[in-house]
């Protein structure tokens, strides 16, 4: 079964930052829109943002915009999503999924996507 893999989790201080990366395990990401998301204790998942299919367009949600940044990286075949001036309510487990079909715009409706990783904790503490 075709999955995504996130890497790059960890602990960091506040106002720190973080990269995460997500890759296809078995598949290629190429004209895969991404989506990340992130679910903390007790509470329920929430969108990050996420990128289309040719990496053109991307979205963030009200707590990621001007922090957060969504990105392809070609060379390596990853989607990364960068993490600045971090806070402790970041704090959570962090999700990228794929869609199957090819998206032209950037839609992060957690309903679109079919492969899901299994997550990377991203814990922001002093």
């Known amino acids: 079964q075709l999955q995504v893999v996130e890497s790059g989790g960890g602990l960091v201080q506040p106002g720190g930052s973080l990269k995460l990366s997500c890759t296809g395990s078995g598949f290629s990401l190429d004209y895969h829109a991404v989506g990340w998301f992130r679910q903390a204790p007790g509470k329920e998942r929430e969108r990050v943002g996420c990128?289309?299919?040719?990496?053109?367009?991307?979205k963030y949600t009200g707590f990621s915009e001007g922090r957060f940044t969504i990105s392809r990286d070609t060379a390596k075949d990853t989607v990364d999503l960068v993490m600045n001036n971090l806070k402790p309510e970041d704090t959570a487990v962090y999700y990228c999924?794929?869609?199957?079909?090819?998206?032209?715009?950037?839609?992060?409706?957690?309903?679109?996507?079919?492969?899901w990783g299994q997550g990377t904790q991203v814990t922001v503490s002093s």
């Open positions: 999924a794929a869609d199957a079909e090819y998206q032209p715009e950037a839609k992060c409706d957690s309903t679109r996507y079919d492969y």
């Open positions: 990128i289309n299919s040719n990496g053109r367009h991307s």
